[in-house]
RNA sequence: GUGGCCGUAGCUCAGUUGGCAGAGCACAAGGUUGUGGUCCUUGGGGUCGCGGGUUCGAGCCCCGUCGGUCACCCCA
């Protein structure tokens, strides 16, 4: 039989690792409870659509890296590339914005998938810890998911890490800036690259975040997109800034800061860290103001973040902090004979119910091999029976810290253990 | 989609001008007839990614292919 492996650029997250997974997402859903978040599920398949109208067909994530088919009812379907279209689509057919001045903040950890190359810090299957707050226009709620984001960086431990920040203003002020952008690097197309020729017309912003040597070199001097801002825009940027001064948050304004989806609106931001390789970003998020009535909900406002789970993991293990669930001892079991072996599985069961992590060998392996075995798993205690125990009804309580043993009439020993834990 | 690098034991890797496929770690048994970690002995493990070609002979050379990885594009 030929060996099936999976799909490029999906990874299994094995034993070994899971616990890091598991300490990270606690995390993630106990500072979203702090900051009054709560957490909603969506599906990971949807109508392509949603992506199209939501994301934006010019996008390259919609354009060139969904992984989209036909199902068998001949509708167009896509795994989400990203988290926010659902959210919102969610809001809105379950009528969360449907009374005026509705408010609603949420969060969601769960897989998203794009069709790309995989290299370091980049999968087809990757997961996102994220947030989305609607209703509120203000500069605060921006600030707010920024302090979330950022906090959540913070209890897991992450360090070394850079906020920049920019505002490409409202939909007046996009257009705005795009044709200042046209106008300033048209007389200098040919010496773009090949890319950001073909950016010119169609994908204008993006030219800004290239990093071919061509293009870094021909914007020198390219107005900047608070040039284009509109006053409101303006005024709602500089008091974002304003905000997170006051909360001690170290940022920078980055003008050549562009972001994939065509959604965002205003303020947008993005977090790197090192020790990610290329792939440098650990999360972004941005202001989407249009989105909720593009996707036909009452006009909503909206703001949120999207953070990368692998990326995160792989921030922490390159600054050597890795993140681990604090585990309950483990008590082994070790049986001398097959009437030991019975006698313990039986006791096993009741440590269990009593609230403790037991386990034992199953294959009545050698008394030496078992404690390997308890060694091995880490276990903080073995308890361990042969004929003469179980002749005078007690077990070997003993510490593999310490070396030390010692008998405990079997009916005291639940006790005796759930008194140490 | 484009480019660089890499595929040899479960893992990390050696393998000389083309000449009997190896080491360390891990795993198993024993040293100790009921006691782990350290130590010693022994043992099991291989389609050298796959398919062709050159050759008396290929892990090694050539062609193709698949997979992995890093980078570009783009993004978490």
């Known amino acids: 039989m030929t060996k099936i492996n999976a799909p490029k650029g999906f990874v299994d997250i094995l034993p070994a690792d899971s616990g890091r997974w598991q300490a990270v997402e606690g995390v993630a859903r106990q ?12 599906p990971i398949l949807e109508c392509t659509e949603l992506f199209h109208r939501g994301v934006g067909e010019t996008s390259d994530i919609v354009h060139k890296e969904t992984f989209t088919f036909t199902d068998r009812g001949d ?58 707050a609607f209703g509120i226009a203000e500069p605060q709620q921006d600030v707010e998911c920024i302090l ?32 200042m952008l046209q106008e300033f690097f048209r007389p200098m197309a040919s010496k773009l690259s090949e ?12 030219i800004l975040d290239s990093k071919d040597p061509r293009d870094v070199e021909a914007r020198r001097g ?25 909360q001690k948050v170290d940022f920078a304004v980055d003008g050549m800061l562009v972001r994939g989806f065509d959604y965002y609106t205003d303020t947008l931001w993005e977090v790197t860290a090192a020790g990610l390789g290329s792939q440098n970003a650990v999360g972004g998020g941005g202001r989407y103001d249009n989105l909720v009535e593009q996707l036909g909900g009452r006009p909503t406002p909206g ?3 999207g953070s990368g789970i692998e ?45 403790l992590v037991a386990d034992m060998d199953l294959s009545g392996r050698s008394v030496k091999a078992q404690f390997k075995i308890a060694d091995r798993e880490q276990a903080a205690f073995c308890l361990i029976r042969g004929d003469s125990e179980l002749a005078e009804k007690t077990i070997l309580l003993k510490s593999l810290a310490t070396g030390e043993q010692r008998p405990v009439p079997v009916d005291r020993i639940i006790s005796e253990l759930q008194a140490m834990r």
């Open 311 to 355: 990326r995160l993991l792989l921030a922490l293990e390159a600054q050597k902090s890795v993140p681990a669930e604090a585990s309950a001892p483990l008590f082994y079991l070790i049986s001398h004979g097959p009437a030991a072996a019975d006698a313990n599985f039986v006791l096993m069961q009741e440590l269990r119910h009593a609230g």
């Open 148 to 179: 979330l984001q950022l906090d959540f960086y913070r209890r897991c431990g992450l360090k070394d890490l850079s906020l920049r920040l920019n505002s490409l203003g409202d939909g007046e002020s996009k257009a705005r800036y795009r044709r």
């Open 75 to 132: 509708e167009s379907m896509t795994m989400r590339p990203e988290g926010t279209a659902g959210v919102v689509r969610a809001a809105i057919e379950n009528n969360l914005l449907a009374q005026e001045g509705a408010r609603l903040k949420v969060y969601y950890i769960g897989p998203n998938f794009r069709y790309e190359r995989p290299q370091k810090g980049r999968l087809r299957q990757h997961h996102q810890f994220g947030a989305e």
């Open 303 to 305: 703001v949120g973040f």
């Open 31 to 42: 500072v979203s409870r702090l900051y009054h978040f709560s957490e909603i599920r969506t």
């Open 195 to 206: 890319d950001s020729q073909r950016r010119l017309e169609e994908n204008t912003l993006r």
């Open 222 to 246: 390219v107005p900047s997109a608070y040039e284009a801002l509109s006053p409101r825009s303006r005024s709602h940027f500089d008091r974002v800034q304003q905000l997170l001064s006051e």
